[in-house]
T-cell receptor, first 112, second 109 residues
Framework: DGGITQSPKYLFRKEGQNVTLSCEQN?????MYWYRQDPGQGLRLIYYSQIVNDFQKGDIAEGYSVSREKKESFPLTVTSAQKNPTAFYLC???????????FGPGTRLTVL | EDQVTQSPEALRLQEGESSSLNCSYT??????LFWYRQDPGKGPEFLFTLYSAGEEKEKERLKATLTKKESFLHITAPKPEDSATYLC??????????WGAGTKLIIKP
């Protein structure tokens, strides 16, 4: 079955730690995205990638980093510079940048 | 400034009681409007895309409509399994997506 997988489902981070969230898709989509979801707010774009080895900052990129070495994979690292990382993180992909985004199941990150 | 506003924030209905959710927008050059359903702790599930004023799409008990300023998601005779948060997103002329905060729908049996 084609789809998007995210791991882990739950992640706990200590102060000062970097953590990496995994996102894999087998839809053969060129574009991939990372969003952050907080209660009462719309989804906010962290980073996006339209093609392998290329990515752009979204609206809230500070404290985050990404890589796109393979078409199928778009991992997100939450660095210690992100002061308020507790949130629900969603990965999405689309056939092109103008296409309909399809979402993974999400990763809930909590800072201890 | 591009903006998407969804109302109400929450809506409680009895099973079988039809109603509508609203998504109003201001955007420079609408490319499309998307509706998603999100269950608690899960990723959004795509429902509809609307591209031009007057367009309508239906899926089971859901019907989405679009005008030049807003979209409605009509729910006819809802069932408890329709309970979820419904998200609206607008795609602007540069293909960026602007998201609303969502409407939490609760259907009581």
């Amino acid at each position: 079955d084609g789809g998007i997988t995210q791991s882990p489902k739950y992640l706990f981070r200590k102060e000062g730690q970097n953590v990496t969230l995994s996102c894999e898709q087998n839809l053969n989509h060129d574009a991939m995205y990372w969003y952050r979801q907080d209660p009462g707010q719309g989804l906010r774009l962290i980073y996006y990638s339209q093609i392998v080895n290329d990515f752009q900052k979204g609206d809230i990129a500070e404290g985050y980093s990404v890589s796109r070495e393979k078409k199928e994979s778009f991992p997100l690292t939450v660095t210690s510079a992100q002061k308020n990382p507790t949130a629900f993180y969603l990965c999405a992909s689309s056939a092109g940048f103008q296409g309909i985004p399809f979402f993974g199941p999400g990763t809930r990150l909590t800072v201890l | 400034e591009d903006q998407v506003t969804q109302s109400p924030e929450a809506l409680r209905l009895q099973e079988g009681e039809s109603s509508s959710l609203n998504c109003s927008y201001t955007v420079s050059g609408l490319r499309g409007l998307f509706w998603y359903r999100q269950d608690p702790g899960k990723g959004p599930e795509f429902l509809f895309t609307l591209y031009s004023a007057g367009e309508e799409k239906e899926k089971e008990r859901l019907k989405a409509t679009l005008t030049k300023k807003e979209s409605f998601l009509h729910i006819t005779a809802p069932k408890p399994e329709d309970s979820a948060t419904y998200l609206c997103a607008v795609q602007s002329s540069n293909y960026q997506l602007i998201w609303g905060a969502g409407t939490k729908l609760i259907i009581k049996p």
